[in-house]
C-alpha cells in the first residue's frame, strides 16, 4: 500500500487501484477504484449526479467533472486538492457512479 492509503490489486486481467479520499460526515476515508486495464472508475458518490440515472449514459469530460468537485462532497481544503491531484492522474473511458447518471470520457473519444 503507497503512503496515501492507495494501492493496486492485480489478479489475472484484473488490475484495481483504489483511490482513498476523505468523505462522510466525519472525513472518514472512503474509497474508489479504477480497474485500469478496462478503464472502469468505480467513483461511488463521488461524482453523483442529480436525477435518475436508469438506462441512461451521459457523454462529458472527465476532467472537468473531476475538477468540479466542489467543498460539499469534500470538506476539507488539502484533501479535495490531494483527491482532485489523484483523479486528474487518471483517464478513465467510463465512470459509474453511485447515484445519477453514468458517463463515457467524451475526452478521450
Not at 11 to 36: F, N, R, W
Not at 57 to 77: D, F, K, M, Q, T
Amino acid at each position: 500500500m503507497a503512503a496515501d492509503g492507495d494501492t493496486v490489486i492485480e489478479e489475472g486481467d484484473i488490475s484495481l487501484k483504489t483511490i482513498t479520499y476523505p468523505c462522510e460526515v466525519h472525513l472518514q476515508d472512503g474509497i474508489i477504484a479504477y480497474e485500469q486495464n478496462s478503464g472502469i472508475l468505480y467513483s461511488s458518490d463521488l461524482m453523483q449526479s442529480p436525477g435518475d440515472g436508469r438506462d441512461t449514459v451521459e457523454e462529458c469530460g472527465y476532467l472537468p467533472r473531476a475538477e468540479s468537485i466542489s467543498p460539499v462532497r469534500i470538506p476539507n481544503e488539502k484533501g479535495l486538492e490531494d483527491t482532485k491531484r489523484k483523479l486528474a492522474s487518471i483517464s478513465p473511458r467510463f465512470v459509474a457512479v453511485g447515484h445519477g447518471f453514468c458517463f463515457v470520457n467524451a475526452d478521450i473519444m
